[in-house]
């Protein structure tokens, strides 16, 4: 069974802000790793399974919950027949504060509830689908606050520690990252942007935010030209010096070790 990462899921359901199912996997069911540009949130209800999770494996029983941002790659395997709840949903939905934390924190949101805990998601789960098919007054502003609760529940079982937010210098150089991915970009500029040594930018790049500088560099580029690639009618070779590479051939390379599939076959592959 490949371990390679050959799937990028984009966008919701019905271009809609979230999305909300309750999923069924048969036993032996597999789910290659992948990543996505939206949020995802899953809670395992009956059966077991593994999960990778960036690289960690996690087993998967009743009250199993997790939270997959951005930049998160994850696999996943029913070991036998398996009820889940999911939860898709984009930066939209959540308020500022919230939507922050996630998208600067390097924690690893995934937990196990209790029982009770189990039965309030569910109620939320419950109530979020009455608003969507029923709605009413102020339907909007409380479909957003039972995410939020939902989310919230998630994090506050993962960690109690406000410390896996990013310190201020890594939001700092995130945010310039994603400001100009679309430039050359290198260490030693964005080093340089932040007023320290890269040495010291590239030791502690990879130990909070779990993933190398270059890495990451990579992950957002990629997301973007997968996004081109969807929804445009650029070339190749215009979606690569787009998306901030100044070489086809490293961009096909990039595109293809990471994905599986190379720029061209990606692109088949949606019509």
Same mark, same amino acid.
């Given at each position: 069974?490949?371990?390679?990462?050959?799937?990028?899921?984009?966008?919701?359901?019905?271009?809609?802000?979230?999305?909300?199912?309750?999923?069924?996997?048969?036993?032996?069911?597999?789910?290659?790793?992948?990543?996505?540009?939206?949020?995802?949130?899953?809670? &395992?209800?009956?059966?077991?399974?593994?999960?990778?999770?960036?690289?960690? /494996?996690?087993t998967?029983?009743?009250?199993?919950?997790?939270l997959?941002?951005?930049?998160?790659?994850h696999?996943?395997?029913?070991?036998?027949?398996?009820?889940?709840?999911?939860?898709?949903?984009?930066e939209?939905?959540?308020p500022?504060?919230?939507?922050?934390?996630?998208?600067?924190s390097?924690?690893?949101?995934?937990?196990?509830?209790?029982?009770?805990?189990?039965?309030?998601?569910?109620?939320?789960?419950?109530?979020?689908?009455?608003?969507?098919?029923?709605g %009413?007054?102020?339907s909007?502003?409380l479909i /957003?606050?039972?995410?939020?609760?939902?989310?919230i529940?998630?994090?506050?079982?993962?960690?109690?520690?406000?410390?896996? &937010?990013?310190p =201020?210098?890594?939001?700092?150089?995130?945010?310039?990252i994603?400001n100009?991915f679309?430039?050359?970009l =290198?260490?030693?500029?964005l080093?340089?942007?932040c007023?320290?040594?890269?040495?010291?930018?590239?030791?502690?790049?990879? /130990?909070?935010? %779990?993933?190398?500088?270059?890495?990451?560099?990579?992950? &957002?580029r990629?997301?973007y030209?997968?996004?081109?690639?969807?929804?445009?009618d650029?070339?190749?070779?215009?979606?690569?010096?787009?998306?901030?590479?100044?070489?086809?051939?490293?961009?096909?390379y990039?595109?293809?070790?990471?994905?599986?599939? =190379?720029?061209l076959?990606?692109?088949k592959?949606l019509?």
């Open positions: 069974m490949s371990k390679q990462i050959n799937k990028f899921q984009s966008s919701l359901q019905h271009n809609k802000d979230y999305y909300i199912e309750e999923r069924f996997l048969k036993n032996g069911e597999y789910f290659a790793p992948h990543w996505h540009d939206y949020f995802e949130l899953e809670i &395992v209800l009956d059966g077991t399974g593994e999960h990778i999770y960036n690289n960690k /494996k996690y998967l029983t009743r009250g199993s919950i997790y997959m941002s951005f930049y998160d790659f696999e996943l395997q029913a070991q036998d027949d398996m009820k889940m709840l999911k939860l898709q949903f984009n939209n939905v959540l500022k504060k919230l939507n922050d934390f996630l998208f600067l390097y924690n690893r949101f995934c937990c196990t509830l209790d029982e009770s805990e189990i039965q309030h998601i569910i109620k939320l789960f419950n109530i979020l689908k009455r608003e969507e098919q029923r %009413g007054l102020f909007e502003i /957003k606050n039972l995410i939020a609760e939902i989310i529940t998630v994090i506050r079982n993962s960690s109690q520690d406000e410390n896996t &937010v990013i =201020s210098l890594l939001q700092k150089a995130v945010a310039y994603h100009n679309r430039e050359p =290198s260490l030693n500029n080093a340089k942007h007023n320290i040594t890269p040495n010291y930018l590239g030791v502690q790049f990879t /130990k909070k935010m %779990g993933i190398s500088f270059s890495d990451y560099l990579n992950t &957002v990629l997301r030209a997968c996004n081109l690639l969807d929804s445009t650029l070339t190749v070779k215009e979606i690569a010096f787009a998306s901030g590479y100044n070489s086809v051939e490293y961009f096909g990039v595109f293809k070790n990471t994905l599986g599939i =190379s720029p076959e990606y692109k592959s019509t």
